[in-house]
């Protein structure tokens, strides 16, 4: 039995070459050329590779050093893919799926992911929302200290739950009417925690970086404190090429 390879990535051939990198378990990365198509590997020093932060960074550090080395077109494959020889990557990943992957380095080319997640504060989101709907609050302070029904504790709950999340669609309306317009692409994910209220990744041209990070600056001035923004400006392509091997 040979040794087993973990994958990282996939480029258009001749792709990355003698690259100064470690991956995985402090592997050196080499590459490897399958026809048209260049794959980014190390020695696979376990069966099998736990999700763990430091695994999925490790990961990810080798395609953003690759990125960052100039070879800005690749498909990053998933975490955790490790073969024992090249040849039935051949035959299961490239042959069937050749015309797809460069169609995928196609649309890719001179372009970049970029990511934006918008958190805001719930409590405080309700309190600004009672005191901007006079006539909901009203109805909340009526029922305050008084034997609810079931239909009464049923009735405002759904009340508020409309209220705030017409008050979440309006911030999010916002997001897209201003970014929307500056990708090729966009991915809307869903969000990660219960006070992320956006969390979107958009296909823009490389170049067009500066503007859209202005853009998001903008909308961060615009909602002031209210709102907190985490923007990516460099990641591999994961929401536009991910390959998930046939």
Do not use: C
């Not at 990961?59 to 039935?88: D, K, N």
């Not at 009672?130 to 029904?149: C, F, P, T, V, Y």
């Amino acid at each position: 039995m040979g040794e087993r390879l973990y994958l990282y990535g996939l480029f258009p051939a001749p792709g990355p070459q003698h690259l100064s990198l470690t991956g995985l378990d402090n592997q050196p990365i080499d590459s490897y050329t399958i026809g048209e198509f260049t794959f980014l590997f190390s020695i696979a020093k376990q069966e099998r590779y736990l999700a763990s932060r430091r695994n999925l960074l490790g990961h990810e550090r080798v395609l953003e050093a690759a990125m960052q080395a100039g070879f800005q077109t690749l498909l990053p494959l998933q975490f955790g893919l490790i073969t024992e020889a090249w040849e039935p990557v051949r035959q299961d990943l490239l042959v069937p799926n050749r015309d797809r992957l460069n169609q995928l380095f196609k649309k890719l080319q001179g372009h970049r992911e970029v990511s934006v997640k918008v958190l805001w504060e719930p409590d405080r989101e309700l309190e600004a929302l009672m005191i901007e709907n006079r006539a909901l609050q009203a109805e909340r302070d009526r029922l305050q200290g008084k034997q609810l029904s079931m239909e009464e504790i049923i009735g405002i709950g759904q009340a508020v739950e409309q209220a705030m999340a017409e008050r979440k669609l309006s911030i999010v309306q916002v997001f897209q009417a201003v970014l929307n317009p500056l990708s090729v692409e966009r991915v809307e994910n869903d969000p990660m925690t219960s006070a992320m209220i956006y969390n979107a990744a958009y296909l823009i041209p490389w170049d067009q970086e500066i503007a859209f990070g202005q853009a998001v600056e903008a909308l961060d001035a615009r909602f002031e404190e209210r709102l907190r923004i985490r923007y990516n400006s460099f990641t591999a392509p994961y929401n536009f090429s991910q390959l998930t091997p046939l």
